[in-house]
């Protein structure tokens, strides 16, 4: 097959870490997060099995994965979303004969299956849908579809009354609407209590992680609190990127819910702090009993509205549906991997 055989698999190992993040910075469906120092600040809890895939020593694409058994390896439940990160300028028959590779040599490396957790679309500034035919061509089975709410800010709906409403008494009330540069007062005095109180359950990230991940990423991390009477009523954590604005975190106690601080907050946050990007999203509203419906409707009601958010299985042993397409004329096909 024309260029495939100087296409190269191999796994990423410690020393790569200026490859894989200059890549990152230059790929067309990437974000900070598939960032070796956010990658490895929970590498402690997930056994790094990611690849790196190069044509003639070029890096072409990059996989972020982690073993979850010997047979198995997933992209990637450390992080909000995954898949296989193609460079700018890559066309939709390279992408074929990467995935190609890619799936070849992890058959031949005993692992049977990929649990595949796609790219957010509306993350992309160019287009980046090659990956979502070449699974279709390989028969990826969807396992999982959930969604997250996003407000597309070059075309927003408007808020619905009971938010206007209260982002004026709001307003009356001398709400103060404040980005900090520590965490601890929101982590401490309003998240993880909310979410003992409601779900018996903590943060992804302890707030000593979320400092470090800050100070590696000070532009992308950034932390907005409400103030009533110059006490932290309400806070949201954010993570920013060059087309998203992601609300990672997001939380009020009693009085910052009915004095509409939490509502002025997003309010802000939406019309001027970040009015310049073209999307807002509020995040999944699925938790462990399944969607909430409360919460989707709060979210709803600032004019969030659906992009799915898909999870698949791949059989890495479907490679060979990949070569009709890619029309191999009897050559033979070189499959490189470097453990």
Known sequence: MQGLEAITVRKYKKGDKEIWDDFIDHSKNSTFLFKRDFMDYHKDRFNDCSLIVFENDVTVAAFPAHRVDEYTIASHFGLSYGGIILRKTETLYKTLQIVYKILYVLKENHINKIIYKSFHKFYNSIGAEEITYA??????????????????????????????????????????????????EYWNQILMPNLKDKYNAKPAHTVEEIIRLHKSFPSNIRQFNAYLNNTIVAGATIFETTNVVRVQYNSAN??????????????????????????????????????????LKWKESFGARAFSIDTFEIETKNYHLLEKDLIFNNQKVVLNYHH
């Open 135 to 184: 699974k279709f061509l390989v028969k990826a089975k969807l396992t999982v579809r959930q969604f997250s709410s996003v407000i597309n800010l070059n075309d927003k709906l408007e808020m619905n009354r009971t938010r206007l409403r209260l982002v004026r008494r709001a307003k009356k009330l001398g709400v103060v609407i404040k980005e900090v540069d520590t965490f601890h």
């Open 254 to 295: 009693d009085e910052g819910r009915q004095s509409g601080a939490s509502d002025l907050l997003y309010f802000e946050l939406i019309e001027n702090n970040f009015k310049h990007k073209n999307y807002f999203d509020f995040g999944s509203s699925f938790d462990c009993n399944g969607l909430n419906l409360g919460l």
